[in-house]
């Protein structure tokens, strides 16, 4: 007779996040996918290094150029990863040269999302780490912080400061966060050096998949 062997690991985050394919371009409500797989979004102010790190963190060079191709730098992008559900590529915030008319379209879209969308299990928030919590990014922030669901700040480009500046930084935005009461993580990261990586993938993981591990079954 055979014997059903059931083997508990921790998932491999890197192997969990390198799946990531291009799924969809949106760039309105109607255009959403349907509710089901859970979503993660990156948001964060132009330039912030959102498409970098996104790129280092999946291991897929050039993933979220895609979203930075013309026609597709002002939507939602979403990147599926198998089974798993999403990462979803939100536009950047705070460009100084868009009509405000897309603007408003954006901010509408952006609000709507953040404030609604059920499948949405997390919010990652890129911030340059020598300019972070930007009005904007407060903005941001306050559409989302009210469903009290899991928020992870990537302090980015953290090789631009030395250590004590990097832990003090960090400290001051979780201090000003604090109050929210939501599930918080406030992360320095390099994609440059690579600080923060192994960290961030396993947090942004752990919105997937809350164990931590993969249950293999064999005979
Ligand atoms: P996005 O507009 O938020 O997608 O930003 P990009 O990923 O295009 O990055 C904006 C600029 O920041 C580019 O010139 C990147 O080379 C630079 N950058 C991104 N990540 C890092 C980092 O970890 N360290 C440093 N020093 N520069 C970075």
Redesign the pocket.
């Known amino acids: 007779m055979n014997t059903e062997t059931r083997t508990e690991a921790t998932v491999n985050w890197p192997a969990f996040f390198q799946r990531a394919q291009f799924h969809i371009t949106v760039n309105e409500r109607a255009g959403l996918p349907p509710e089901g797989l859970a979503e993660v979004a990156f948001a ?10 996104i790129n280092v963190l999946t291991q897929r060079n050039r993933l ?1 150029f895609t979203s ?1 191709t013309p026609g597709r730098t002002q939507h939602i992008n979403y990147f599926g990863l198998g089974e798993e559900g999403f990462l979803v590529d939100l536009p ?1 915030y705070g460009y100084a040269e868009v009509p405000k008319a897309v603007k408003l379209h954006w901010q509408k879209l952006l609000a709507d999302y953040m404030a609604t969308r059920h499948s949405l299990a997390g919010l990652v928030v ?1 911030m340059d780490i020598r300019h972070p919590l930007t009005l904007l990014d407060q903005q941001l922030l306050e559409w989302f912080l009210p469903r009290q669901k899991p928020v992870i700040i990537l302090l ?5 400061l030395g250590r004590g500046g990097r832990l003090e930084t960090a400290r001051q935005v979780r201090q000003a966060l604090v109050d929210s009461g939501v599930p918080l993580s406030v992360i320095p ?4 050096s690579r600080e923060g990586v192994e960290q961030a993938q396993e947090e942004i993981g752990r919105l997937f998949r809350p164990s931590g591990t993969e249950i293999t079954v064999g005979i």
Do not use: E, I, M, Y
């Not at 964060?44 to 790190?53: E, F, H, I, P, Q």
């Open positions: 964060g102010r132009s330039n912030a290094g959102k498409s970098t790190a979220a930075k950047g890129l980015t480009k953290a090789d631009k990261f390099s994609s440059h």
